[in-house]
C-alpha cells in the first residue's frame, strides 16, 4: 500500500467553479505535508505547505485532518491555468529526508 | 537562474550502454535528492546526500545505480548497462540543511529514453 493515496481523477472544471481534492497517508507519524503542482514534462513546483490549522494562499486553501489522515486542497474561482497535476506530499522524519509523493490528481479547467 | 539545474534535459540511449546525469542544486543547499518518475505516478526516492556523505539509498537504487557528490556541491548518477524499464524522468532537488525545514526544490529533470 502506497504512503499516500490520492484520487488521479482527472477532474475536469469550468472556469470559476471550486474543485477541492483530498489525499490520505498511512504513517499516523507523518511530520510535514505540502502540495506541490506539476505540469505535464515538467517538475513538480511547491503549491503550499499544510499546517494543522490550515493556511490559505489567495485562491487555494489547504487543510490538514490527523485524526482521520487526510490533506485536502481546494482551489476557488479555477482558471485556465490551474490546469495541472496536484501532487499530495507527506514527509517523516525517521524515513530519512525522503518527501513521499501520492500519484497526483490531474485537473483540467476548461472554458 | 539560480534554481536547480540538470543536465543533459533529454537522453536517448540503447539498451546497455551506460549514462550519466549531472545535477547542480541551489547555492549553500546542503542537502541533495534524486527521484524517479514514471508516467502516472508520483516522484520515488532515489537517494539522499548531505554534503557530500550519502547518508541514504531507496531499495530502488539497484547495484547498477550509483550517485557520487564528491565535493558537496553538484551531483551525478549514473546507470550501467541501461535496460528499458529505467526509463523515466529523473529529478534532482535540494533543500537548505535548516531545522525544520523540508521544502525541497525541483530542477527540470533528465528525461530518459532506452530504446
Known amino acids: 500500500r502506497k504512503e499516500v493515496e490520492q484520487d488521479p481523477g482527472p477532474f475536469n472544471v469550468p472556469e470559476g467553479a471550486t474543485v477541492a481534492f483530498n489525499c490520505t497517508y498511512s504513517?499516523?507519524?507523518?511530520?510535514?505535508f505540502f502540495w506541490y503542482r506539476q505540469d505535464c514534462r515538467k517538475e513538480p513546483k511547491l503549491l503550499m505547505s499544510?499546517?494543522?490549522s490550515g493556511n490559505e494562499d489567495g485562491r487555494f486553501t489547504a487543510q490538514l485532518n490527523r485524526a482521520s489522515q487526510y490533506i485536502s486542497l481546494l482551489i476557488r474561482d479555477s482558471k485556465l491555468s490551474d490546469s495541472a497535476t496536484y501532487l499530495c506530499v507527506a514527509y517523516l522524519s525517521n524515513s530519512g529526508y525522503a518527501l513521499n509523493f501520492g500519484k497526483g490528481t490531474s485537473l483540467l479547467v476548461t472554458p | 537562474d539560480t534554481g536547480v539545474s540538470q543536465d543533459p534535459r533529454h537522453k536517448i540511449t540503447k539498451r546497455g550502454q551506460n549514462v550519466t546525469f549531472r545535477c547542480d542544486p541551489i547555492?549553500?543547499?546542503?542537502?541533495l535528492y534524486w527521484y524517479r518518475q514514471t508516467l502516472g505516478q508520483g516522484p520515488e526516492f532515489l537517494t539522499y546526500?548531505?554534503?557530500?556523505?550519502?547518508?541514504?539509498k531507496s531499495r530502488l537504487l539497484s547495484d547498477r545505480f550509483s550517485a557520487e557528490r564528491p565535493k558537496g556541491s553538484f551531483s551525478t548518477l549514473e546507470i550501467q548497462r541501461t535496460e528499458q524499464g529505467d526509463s523515466a524522468m529523473y529529478l534532482c532537488a535540494s533543500t537548505p540543511n535548516e531545522e525544520g525545514y523540508y521544502e525541497q526544490y525541483f530542477g527540470p529533470g533528465t528525461r530518459l529514453t532506452v530504446t
Open positions: 504513517n499516523s507519524a507523518s511530520q510535514s
Open positions: 547555492s549553500e543547499h546542503n542537502r
Open positions: 499544510v499546517y494543522s
Open positions: 546526500f548531505q554534503n557530500e556523505a550519502q547518508l541514504e
